[in-house]
Nanobody, 114 residues
């Protein structure tokens, strides 16, 4: 079973930056669509950014121009978050989806103070 481990979360002031990383236990990102999702307290989980096998990216309107998803290799994907806002506070999850499987990481907490 492939495992995903997120890292890079933490506490940052509004306007600051964080870089989240998602490491896979196997080389899956070359064949998977990888997404970063987030879930704020009391809210539903939402898609933040996605990168396809071909490298195409898409972003939620709320993070366009501030967040960038990238894939280093088949085992590492990142989410660069700039100009953070208090409303970006959430647990961020990495997701990898192939034609036969869908895998979630355990999440990493991002807290943006005003």
């Amino acid at each position: 079973q492939v495992q995903l481990v997120e890292s890079g979360g933490g506490l940052v002031q509004a306007g600051g930056s964080l870089r989240l990383s998602c490491a896979a236990s196997e080389s899956i990102f070359g064949i998977a669509t990888v997404g970063w999702y987030r879930q704020a307290p009391g809210k539903q989980r939402e898609l933040v950014a996605v990168i396809t096998r071909s490298g195409s990216t898409n972003y939620a309107n709320s993070v366009k121009g501030r967040f960038t998803i990238s894939r280093d290799n088949a085992k590492n994907t990142n989410l660069q978050m700039n100009a953070l806002k208090p409303e970006d506070t959430a647990v961020y999850y990495c997701n990898a989806r192939t034609t036969v499987n869908e895998i979630w990481g355990q999440g990493t907490l991002v807290t943006v103070s005003s």
